[in-house]
């Protein structure tokens, strides 16, 4: 048990670097949000497995499982706000004729 | 309608209760407020039609689970190997799903599954489409087949009885 519980936390931690990596290298806003999905969905789920592998406290285990379960809703809740309200300040700053300013600093 | 608000905040609150384990007045006290609160902002969302099965979804959801895990992991991997590809091979658009025949429930799992499934996030919701991101033309095409709609219609339960 406590070597597949090493193994899902280290798998964990390359998908938590390789969505921090994505966030690096993707060009633009919108493709970055892809990459911080990654360390969203597959990193915390390996590693919370991980976790409650690694616990002995049926308790401990329930708490652990609610927070994947309020992730999976409270995560894509975020990024729905993040890129609606990127949409929606790129169409004011479309219909804004007056400034032009660049799209981003 | 008070008599629901009230059985939402008394759940909340052997959830409060379940979870702090402690059961001073105070924390108690605080239980009993953030249900009430928290059932009353729910009640004003106002999710549930009546004409929604909420036990029908429930019971069903076992069944779209282990293959919506196996589509996270499978883009998971898609999305990471594009990430660490040295000429980042992706070509991001944007696209509209229709959501026909979904209500408001089903509306909302299909809206955060496309979100929740990395390479292709929702930017819109309207009464009928979907509008979604996509990382690659790929996974764009694959969500216009329109699988994961038809497993999510099948969770609200319409589709059996039209």
Request: proline share 4%; aromatic share 6%.
């Amino acid at each position: 048990m406590f070597v597949v519980s090493w193994i899902l936390l280290v798998l964990g931690s390359v998908f938590c670097l390789i969505g921090t990596l994505g966030l690096m290298r993707l060009p633009d806003f919108y493709t970055r949000v892809h990459a911080a999905s990654i360390i969203d969905s597959l990193g915390a789920i390996l590693i919370l497995l991980g976790l409650i592998t690694q616990s002995q406290d049926p308790l401990v285990i329930i708490k652990l499982i609610l927070i994947l379960l309020f992730m999976m809703l409270t995560g894509p809740t975020a990024v729905h706000a993040l890129a609606h309200t990127a949409v929606l300040s790129e169409k004011n700053r479309a219909s804004d004729q007056n400034s032009k300013h660049p799209q981003e600093p | 309608m008070l008599i629901r608000i009230l059985i939402a905040a008394s759940l909340l609150l052997l959830l409060w209760v379940l979870l702090s384990g402690h059961l001073g007045i105070l924390l108690l006290s605080l239980g009993i407020a953030s249900g009430l609160l928290v059932a009353w902002l729910i009640h004003r969302l106002a999710l549930q039609k009546p004409n929604f099965n909420t036990l029908y979804f429930s019971l069903n959801l076992p069944r779209f689970l282990p293959w919506f895990f196996l589509e996270v992991v499978r883009s998971n991997l898609d999305v990471s190997w594009r990430i660490l590809h040295p000429k980042l091979p992706i070509s991001p658009n944007t696209s509209t799903v229709s959501t026909s025949k979904l209500n408001d429930v089903a509306t909302t799992t299909y809206a955060n599954c496309i979100t929740l499934t990395p390479g292709t996030y929702t930017l819109n919701v309207d009464d009928q489409t979907i509008e979604v991101h996509s990382l690659t033309q790929e996974t764009a095409e694959k969500l216009q087949q329109g699988k994961m709609k038809e497993r999510i219609s099948v969770l609200q339960g319409r589709l059996n009885t039209s």
